[in-house]
């Protein structure tokens, strides 16, 4: 017979927020986690659809862009705002970014990648190549 003991945890919102795991971490490190947005990827059989969720943003706060089979979306925002009173001057500043990567396959055509944002949601629509462009071969004469 083994005997297992229990433990209970009576201060679970003081002790376990305070010592949880982001607490081992650096703050900005725990921070820039939260600032990545969700992404859908569906296939289809013409393609892929990439829905990046970015709610608050512009379409000219997004950067994407195709280096060889990588595929990267970025974003940077800052924001600079004050109020003046009689007596106080109010500042803000927020700045949010965030990157993502992704390695495309080689049956994707990069060249024809189109982007659409719109409700909140950044829309990427990757065709794939031709098939006839994918099976096409070719004798290669040995000098």
């Keep these: 017979m083994t005997i297992v003991k229990h433990r209970r945890n009576y201060f679970p919102t003081i002790f376990d927020d305070f010592f949880g795991d982001d607490w081992l971490r ?3 490190e725990a921070k820039r986690e939260n600032n990545v947005p969700a992404v859908n990827v569906k296939e289809s059989d013409n393609g ?3 829905e990046l969720a970015a709610p608050g943003l512009t379409k000219q706060d997004f950067n994407v862009e195709v280096d060889k089979d990588l595929l990267t ?3 940077e925002k800052q924001e600079n705002k004050e109020e003046t009173e009689e007596n106080y001057t109010r500042r ?3 700045y ?3 990157k993502r990567s992704f390695h495309l396959p080689e049956h994707v055509d990069g060249d024809k990648i189109e982007a659409k ?3 909140g949601v950044l829309k990427l629509v990757i065709p794939k190549k031709d098939e006839k462009a994918l099976k096409t071969s070719k004798s290669i004469k040995i000098v």
Excluded: L, Q, R, W
């Design 26 to 28: 650096f703050p900005a």
């Design 117 to 119: 944002y719109e409700d």
């Design 96 to 98: 949010t970014s965030f």
């Design 92 to 94: 803000e500043f927020s």
């Design 48 to 50: 892929y659809t990439v």
């Design 73 to 75: 979306i970025s974003s």
